[in-house]
């Protein structure tokens, strides 16, 4: 498996894991004017000598809003936000805080400035595109630091994860016949040998999700979570 499959695979686990279903905003509801909600929603982490991660609700809504925003090419989302989505968002940023910290305890590298681009490219990408995004923010009254600060999370989260993933990320073609077989796949109805490689990268992300799924309820168990947002 070539290694831009597999970084391209942890992307989208990062970005998947504790995220919601697909939402859709209230007809009726404002779609201007919003306003950015302050206070804290979540403090990660009061052991060791990093310092804790600490989320608030405007971060949890901003990752939202850029989610709803990728999914739609209407109105920007700006009106107010399902407390199912919210919840959901904010357990995605708790499980990346916590693989970061991780990362941070076992002295692994600081992520390349690379790295943190590319993520701040995904993170785009989750919005829409570079466009869209920049007009999220602008309309939210956000910075681009702002971004900038969760790619770098992201990032670090990546080097760990990449680092503890190595060996799953190989599938073998007897694995990807033995899953074909059990129909047990969306690329029903098509020939192997025609989605053959786009059914690895499926496999694999399905199984790279699975790990970071695993690691964040490890490291919940062992760190401090303390939640302040209403809707958890």
Do not use: C
Not at 11 to 29: E, F, I
Not at 36 to 53: F, Q
Not at 89 to 117: C, H
Not at 209 to 230: D, I, K, M, N, Q
Request: net charge negative; proline share 5%.
């Amino acid at each position: 498996m070539k290694k831009s499959k597999f970084a391209f695979a942890l992307g989208v686990a990062l970005s998947v894991q504790g995220a919601a279903a697909p939402y859709t905003l209230a007809q009726d509801s404002p779609s201007t004017g919003a306003l950015r909600v302050e206070g804290v929603a979540v403090r990660v982490g009061e052991r060791g000598t990093a310092a804790p991660v600490v989320f608030l609700l405007s971060d949890v809504e901003l990752r939202a809003r850029l989610r709803l925003a990728g999914e739609s090419r209407g109105p920007l989302p700006l009106a107010e936000l399902p407390s199912e989505l919210l919840r959901a968002t904010l357990d995605e940023l708790v499980g990346e805080a916590l693989i970061s910290r991780e990362g941070e305890r076992v002295q692994l590298p600081e992520p390349s400035d690379n790295a943190v681009r590319r993520e701040v490219r995904r993170l785009e990408n989750l919005g829409g595109g570079a466009e869209r995004t920049a007009a999220l923010l602008r309309a939210l009254g956000a910075s681009p630091d702002e971004l900038r600060t969760s790619a770098r999370r992201r990032a670090q989260a990546s080097i760990f994860l990449e680092s503890n993933l190595q060996a799953d990320a190989a599938v073998d073609d007897l694995e990807l016949e033995r899953v074909y077989e059990s129909g047990e796949h969306p690329f029903i109805g098509q020939e192997l040998d025609d989605v053959r490689e786009a059914m690895r990268v499926w496999l694999l992300r399905s199984r790279i999700a699975g790990a970071v799924e695993r690691w964040v309820e490890a490291l919940s168990a062992r760190e401090t979570v303390v939640y302040f947002a209403p809707y958890h």
